[in-house]
């Protein structure tokens, strides 16, 4: 995918998945964008993430007030709101919709709050386009390997998105919509190695769910 010239969003961008997409783009491997904008609904993580990327260790003037005028910047909002993830998806050429639920405990929890941000988030950003005639160029929606013959609600929910996206090939034939799927990001926020490093740390036993169990990482 050439990135050259291109405006980008990403949403949910302060996510693991999400912050090394966007210091992958940032090296100009693949071209480099005009505007990368991360959406997303944590403050606190854009704040950090910007201090991270911009090489800071505190929060100046020109850092909090000049956001906008750097090829990174940040805008707070939440994919269920339609309003503000429009107003993020005017003038963007290419959307990684990598904003989720991802955490399967957390899912199975709380099922519906599953279903607002995986599968209505990923409606708002098809009837963005398709209700306003955007000019995106491509969608490419991040989804997951348990979207594959699903057992659990986060799985559901993910396979779920995967169609609504793809389906909206039809509805919006200017726009490229596809999905990727990827495995268990090694050390992502919530996952079993910070688990396990923690427990480590506090000389507890390392839980595991069966000894026959097995996880695909990525690096």
């Known amino acids: 995918m050439n990135l050259e010239g291109k405006r980008i969003l990403v949403t949910g961008g302060t996510g693991s998945l999400g912050q090394t997409l966007v210091g992958r783009i940032l090296t100009g491997e693949m071209g480099r964008p005009a505007q990368i904008t991360v959406f997303s609904r944590d403050e606190a993580k854009q704040h950090y993430m910007r201090l991270e990327f911009l090489h800071r260790k505190t929060a100046t003037d020109d850092v909090i007030y000049q956001n906008s005028r750097d090829i990174l910047n940040f805008r707070i909002g939440d994919v269920r709101d339609y309003s503000a993830l429009l107003a993020a998806m005017r003038e963007t050429d290419i959307i990684f919709h990598a904003a989720a639920l991802k ?10 709050e599953a279903v607002q941000t995986n ?78 490093v923690e427990q480590v740390r506090k000389n507890q036993p390392i839980t595991i769910t069966l000894e026959e169990m097995t996880r695909f990482l990525l690096s």
């Open 119 to 196: 599968i209505y988030g990923a409606q708002n950003v098809v009837r963005a386009i398709r209700e306003n005639n955007l000019p995106v160029e491509t969608v490419v929606g991040i989804s997951t390997d348990k979207a594959c013959k699903p057992i659990n609600v986060m799985g559901m929910t993910k396979a779920l998105q995967e169609r609504v996206l793809i389906e909206a090939n039809r509805d919006c034939p200017n726009t490229n919509f596809m999905c990727v799927r990827y495995g268990n990001v090694i050390a992502s926020r919530g996952s079993i190695v910070p688990l396990f």
């Open 103 to 112: 955490q399967v405990p957390s899912c199975e929890y709380f099922p519906f």
